[in-house]
């Protein structure tokens, strides 16, 4: 069996590689989170003050996870109103209807951010910041990464490596898998 350093390293902290590290933290494997962006601001800069709205179903991952705002922070979406101009027809989605607390929720995304690094400096996982991915080999049961950091070149190997860091993957283009896209304009 091959020796790793990790179980898994997630490249990229933002919303969706910090949730699943909260999820995966604890749980007896270790894992690190690769974040380009420097220290110089306890979030990376994605976490700004634009509104996320999330779906009911987000919100409970989020939970499970322990990465989920304080309820004061968030605005519950309780009535959504489907139609298109110009067109017949009119939906209405209610939460007192569905018999759910809420429908979804507006969240600020530092506010998000911010429960997700509380949570991962509470866990075991390893974050990885200023570090970005200069090669990434994939071998029998590893791969090989190495990092370049804000104090040189680290090599580190995982059972998996988990591209979550964005549209333009820089991670699934070394890993060698295409992305099917749709341009909508």
């Not at 190997?157 to 992305?179: F, I, K």
Request: with cysteine.
């Amino acid at each position: 069996m091959t020796k790793v350093d990790y179980e898994v390293v997630i490249v990229g902290g933002g919303p969706v590689g910090a949730t699943l590290a909260c999820g995966l933290a604890n749980r007896g494997g270790r894992v690190a989170v690769i974040e380009s962006a420097d220290n110089t601001t306890p979030l990376p800069p994605g976490y700004d003050s634009r509104a996320y709205a999330l779906a009911l179903g987000s919100r409970l991952l989020l939970e499970a996870t322990g990465g989920w705002p304080a309820d004061a922070t968030t605005t519950p979406i309780n009535r959504i109103d489907i139609a298109q101009q110009h067109f017949p027809g009119h939906a209405v989605l209610d939460s007192a209807v569905e018999q759910v607390p809420a429908l979804g929720y507006v969240v600020i995304a530092h506010d998000l951010g911010a429960a997700l690094y509380d949570r991962l400096a509470a866990s075991d996982v390893e974050l990885v910041r200023p570090a970005s991915i200069t090669t990434l080999a994939h071998g029998r049961g590893a791969c090989r990464l190495t990092l370049e950091t804000g104090t040189g070149n680290r090599e580190v190997t995982a059972r998996v490596v988990v591209a979550a860091d964005g549209a333009r993957s820089t991670t699934r283009e070394q890993a060698g898998l295409a992305a099917h896209t749709i341009d909508y304009g």
